[in-house]
Antibody, heavy 122, light 107 residues
Framework: QEQLQQWGAGLLKPSETLSLTCAVYGGSFSTYYWNWIRQSPGKGLEWIGE???????NYNPSLKSRVTISVDTSKNQFSLKLSSVTAADTAVYYCARGGLVVAAGYNWFDPWGQGTLVTVSS | EIVMTQSPATLSVSPGERATLSCRAS??????LAWYQQKPGQAPRLLIYGASTRATDIPARFSGSGSGTEFTLTINSLQSEDFAVYYCQQYNNWLFTFGPGTKVDIK
């Protein structure tokens, strides 16, 4: 099974852009959708969006105007950018493997990355 | 958006006893429901998918049931490592949503 390792800046100022990357080791990168999920005390677990190896994306409408998820198939990596962050974006951000590219209805998340705490503060 | 609710918010159980956790969806999600366990400082871990199928290496004391809007996670004979927070997640609708969680603590 795949292992996911993520990294990125943990402290941002309001209005800056959050940037995180997740590397996938093992398994088949092209078989699945790759997801970003965040967890904050106020909003619990919130799905941010997903991408497949072809670059096809789906985003949570509540964040869509500020989110960009991209993929680098040469490195089996995918990335998250969230622009114009505020204190409300303070959360632990996770990457996770999602559903199959070729079939709907398998969209549980397993495995997950280790999580990155992102704090937005002036 | 499908809203997921969970009850109770906290469940106090003695080791060796059974815990029964509930999850409700605001509209039918068929059997497209997953359960996760999360311990402090760790990422969620998949326990159940398809409402009732245990994920790889998940002990048989964990079982899931339900369909439509009402789901249950049962943990038989609670072990010390089972005290954690449990979340349900629907994937019937592409806007995937999670419940707020049930904390299972030691009575």
């Amino acid at each position: 099974q795949e292992q996911l390792q993520q990294w990125g800046a943990g402290l941002l100022k309001p209005s800056e852009t959050l940037s995180l990357t997740c590397a996938v080791y093992g398994g088949s990168f092209s078989t699945y959708y790759w997801n970003w999920i965040r967890q904050s005390p106020g909003k619990g677990l919130e799905w941010i969006g997903e991408i497949n190896h072809s670059g096809s994306t789906n985003y949570n409408p509540s964040l869509k105007s500020r989110v960009t998820i991209s993929v680098d198939t040469s490195k089996n990596q995918f990335s998250l950018k969230l622009s114009s962050v505020t204190a409300a974006d303070t959360a632990v951000y996770y990457c996770a493997r999602g559903g199959l590219v070729v079939a709907a209805g398998y969209n549980w998340f397993d495995p997950w990355g280790q999580g990155t705490l992102v704090t937005v503060s002036s | 958006e499908i809203v997921m609710t969970q009850s109770p918010a906290t469940l106090s159980v003695s080791p060796g006893e059974r815990a029964t956790l509930s999850c409700r969806a605001s509209q039918s999600v068929s059997n497209n429901l997953a359960w996760y366990q999360q311990k402090p400082g760790q990422a969620p871990r998949l326990l159940i998918y398809g409402a009732s199928t245990r994920a790889t290496d998940i002990p048989a004391r964990f079982s899931g049931s339900g369909s439509g809007t009402e789901f249950t996670l049962t943990i038989n004979s609670l072990q010390s490592e089972d005290f954690a927070v449990y979340y349900c997640q629907q994937y019937n609708n592409w806007l995937f949503t999670f419940g707020p969680g049930t904390k299972v603590d030691i009575k």
